[in-house]
């Protein structure tokens, strides 16, 4: 098979606006013939996927799947544009397949993901173009996020829209139902983080430049700012993340006080979250 180059391969993606794994699989089954390359994904349907590139994809369905020992899980969004594919029983059956080979092979990322076997047709990236040209709607994997920890309990809205998975830093059966609750509350309550320390700090900086704008539009003295934006940071961080947050099956409890009433070194060590 040709090996093709990084300039041409960014050359038929610019021309195409085509995945870069779908450029460089056309171009190495065209002999490096970038015109021969064009033809190849019009034939597989990816040359109308690019011409579809301005359409938002803003539909879909959101699948998380576990392992057999509750160590693994994937969460991904398969996308299309309107409700009426999303809720078709095919394009839900397709997000479920996509979702088992990930959970099988459990890549990293989304362009590894793209990049797996789907079936003797081809990969998972040719097998989302094809149903673009297919339903004549734009269909993408949005998202595709991988977990692992000491035990993974995930949930599945009803109206596939929206996914969780949640690791616990102990195993156990008697800690299932307190990770379901998790979930939930995570689906519910869309915490930025597990707890302040995992906070990004673009989040930080943009809080406390809010939180002093606010306060200097309120009349506040300058060298009162600094302290008045600190004070909503900490409120921010309440609110925003997860062991922080009041539990929703009980507001007397936060979720880290919830988790540690059930075994003192209970906690949350990471999550998933995606919804449409």
Same mark, same amino acid.
């Given at each position: 098979?040709?090996?093709?180059?990084?300039?041409?391969?960014?050359?038929?993606?610019?021309?195409?606006?085509?995945?870069?794994?779908?450029?460089?699989?056309?171009?190495?089954?065209?002999?490096?013939?970038?015109?021969?390359?064009?033809?190849?994904?019009?034939?597989?349907?990816?040359?109308?996927?690019?011409?579809? *590139?301005?359409?938002?994809?803003?539909?879909?369905?959101?699948?998380?799947?576990?392992?057999?020992?509750?160590?693994?899980?994937?969460?991904?969004?398969?996308?299309?544009?309107?409700?009426?594919?999303?809720?078709?029983?095919?394009?839900?059956?397709?997000?479920?397949?996509?979702?088992?080979?990930?959970?099988?092979?459990?890549?990293?990322?989304?362009?590894?993901?793209?990049? &797996?076997?789907?079936?003797?047709?081809?990969?998972?990236?040719?097998?989302?173009?094809?149903?673009?040209?297919?339903?004549?709607?734009?269909?993408?994997?949005?998202?595709?996020?991988?977990?692992?920890?000491?035990?993974?309990?995930?949930?599945?809205?009803?109206? +596939?829209?929206?996914?969780?998975?949640?690791?616990?830093?102990?195993?156990?059966?008697?800690?299932?139902?307190?990770?379901?609750?998790?979930?939930?509350?995570?689906?519910?309550?869309?915490?930025?983080?597990?707890?302040?320390?995992?906070?990004?700090?673009?989040?930080?900086?943009?809080?406390? *430049?809010?939180?002093?704008?606010?306060?200097?539009?309120?009349?506040?003295?300058?060298?009162?700012?600094?302290?008045?934006?600190?004070?909503?940071?900490?409120?921010?961080?309440? *609110?925003?993340?997860?062991?922080?947050?009041?539990?929703?099956?009980? +507001?007397?409890?936060?979720?880290?006080?919830? &988790?540690?009433?059930?075994?003192?070194?209970?906690?949350?060590?990471?999550?998933?979250?995606?919804?449409?």
């Amino acid at each position: 098979m040709t090996k093709v180059s990084a300039a041409d391969i960014a050359k038929l993606r610019e021309l195409t606006g085509a995945g870069m794994m779908d450029c460089k699989k056309a171009l190495e089954e065209s002999n490096g013939d970038t015109e021969a390359a064009q033809d190849w994904l019009r034939k597989k349907g990816i040359a109308k996927a690019a011409k579809r *590139e301005d359409r938002e994809a803003k539909e879909g369905v959101v699948v998380a799947k576990i392992n057999a020992d509750s160590t693994k899980a994937i969460v991904l969004a398969l996308n299309c544009e309107t409700d009426f594919v999303a809720r078709n029983d095919n394009f839900i059956a397709l997000t479920n397949k996509i979702a088992d080979v990930a959970l099988a092979n459990f890549p990293q990322t989304l362009e590894a993901l793209l990049a &797996l076997p789907f079936d003797a047709s081809g990969t998972i990236g040719d097998k989302v173009a094809e149903q673009t040209g297919i339903i004549g709607e734009k269909v993408e994997i949005s998202r595709y996020e991988p977990i692992t920890g000491a035990q993974i309990l995930t949930y599945n809205h009803s109206n +596939n829209k929206r996914s969780v998975a949640v690791a616990l830093s102990k195993a156990g059966s008697n800690f299932e139902q307190a990770g379901r609750d998790v979930a939930m509350q995570i689906a519910a309550m869309n915490p930025v983080s597990v707890s302040r320390d995992d906070v990004d700090p673009k989040i930080i900086e943009k809080e406390i *430049e809010i939180g002093k704008e606010l306060a200097r539009n309120e009349g506040k003295a300058e060298e009162m700012l600094e302290k008045i934006a600190q004070g909503r940071l900490n409120k921010f961080f309440q *609110e925003s993340t997860l062991l922080s947050q009041k539990f929703v099956k009980n +507001n007397d409890q936060t979720v880290d006080q919830y &988790l540690r009433s059930l075994d003192k070194d209970l906690t949350v060590t990471a999550f998933k979250h995606i919804s449409l």
